[in-house]
């Protein structure tokens, strides 16, 4: 039944890899099995379990002698098996091969809405019985409202996911504040600032090489990661991909509302100024990283909290280098905002083939989420994650030599977040973290979609993907085609599955506020 998800576009060269992987690890998959509802060999009361992540970045696997597997497994009695997608392999497609060929791990974060397809062909397990007996710490510590959001996306009522938990804003706008210092300027307030900045940095070499080499503000493929230039007017975006949020009244798509028009030929202005990286819609992730590590970029769009590795790059080209949040410029006639999803993602999910290792599934999960586990959770064992230094432990980072963790916890409030800049940042890299965090709380807003389950899409892939979206939005940009075919997009999406879609949108939005 699960065979039928299978994407038509995978390639064979995709399965032979999933074949070469299985092949070459037959004994350990044998072993583990065999010890599902058993003891692994010499230690009686141990289980193993397989967890599924397809983003871990630098590193390699643990195995099972690893100190961090064996510490976990000293606490909870469960042996944990990270697992991911072999390098290079797309990691949807990987996943929907693992779910076709039956070679579904124990428990795994879903990727690209494969969670509703799982939950509505019977092949996620409910979890409301178990998440209070094996989990309790998990189903303490996450909201009931997030609860009720899971609840809604299963066409029976039931709890299919462990949802993330996010109750800060998790992305940001970030700006130079060194080159702003640099060139005389003030932080811009409306958008005629705004690009006056952009274009100081363009002509006025703020990076001090003598170069005009200057990028202003940045985005990439697909249009994704410069979700600051949509929010200037309101358009709800996450990740360069139009969201859900109330205009004129009801829930709507943004990407076809007039917030989007406007915002599009704004972006097209910039674009043909250079103030936008003209190889936005060419920057894959490294690229993109690459230049704002380098010092070329002046603004950008991201995470706050993942900034550490690439603050400490920019460092060692320019060591007076100081990143500031910058607040959403004003557009007249606009609300911006910043989108918030805090319950909005699904986290972890475990395979109804999975069924009689989920209690040791769940254990493994729990430790993550119990409190008394903080500290190890954070800093791992010492040597392979964090190092000692004047008595404080900091994290080592990442090293294609070095073994990668297992972490389960996504769970974020402020207090959490400030902790963990404070334990784990240098105090000028936490102050600096905080303030742009400041700064982005101050600007977000969480949307109406939020949790909304990607089951409202079902039947209409193309809409799901933003891919219609995304053709528009590159060729309108880059001035292949003029504004006006916006006009045309729209009556293409609604006219392809979009006013269907938007009913089921308005129909659940209605279903989660009646409770």
Known sequence: MLRKILSAFLSAALIMTLAACSSGSGSEQGDNANSKDGAVAGEKNASKVTVFKSHLGKGVLPKADDPHVQYIKEKT???????????????????????????????????????????????????????????????????????????????????????????????????????????????????EEYVDMLRAFRDKDPNGNGKQDEIPTIGREFGTWMDHLFAMYGVAMWEGKPEWDLYDGSIQYAGVTNNMREAIKFIRSLYEEKLLDNETFLNKGDVWQAKIVNNLVGNWYHLPGSLKSRYDTMLKTDPKAYIAGLPLPEVKGFDGYITQKSFGEVEWLIPSSAKDNAPNALKLLDFFYNPENADFVRFGIEGQQHEVKDGKKVLLPQADDRTIPLGMLNFTDEKSMNDRLEETYPKDQADMTKAIFKVSVADAKRIAGDGMPVSVYEGFPDIQSHKLFQEYLAKIVIGEWPIEKFDEFVKKWKASGGDTVTQRAQEWFKKVQTK
């Open 77 to 191: 009695g469960v042996e944990y098996e990270l697992t991911t997608n072999p390098t290079g392999a797309d990691p949807a497609e990987y996943l929907n091969v693992l779910i076709a060929s039956d070679e579904l791990p124990d428990i795994l974060r879903p990727i690209n809405g494969v969670e509703i397809t799982l939950i509505q062909q019977g092949g996620a397990l409910a979890l409301d019985d178990l998440l209070p007996k094996y989990a309790p710490n998990v189903w303490k510590q996450i909201p009931e409202e997030a609860w009720n959001l899971a609840r809604s996306a299963s066409p029976d009522g039931k709890i299919y996911y462990v949802p993330k938990v996010f109750l800060v804003p998790e992305r940001a706008a970030m700006v130079r504040q060194d080159w702003l210092d640099n060139l005389g300027l003030k932080m811009p307030k409306t958008q």
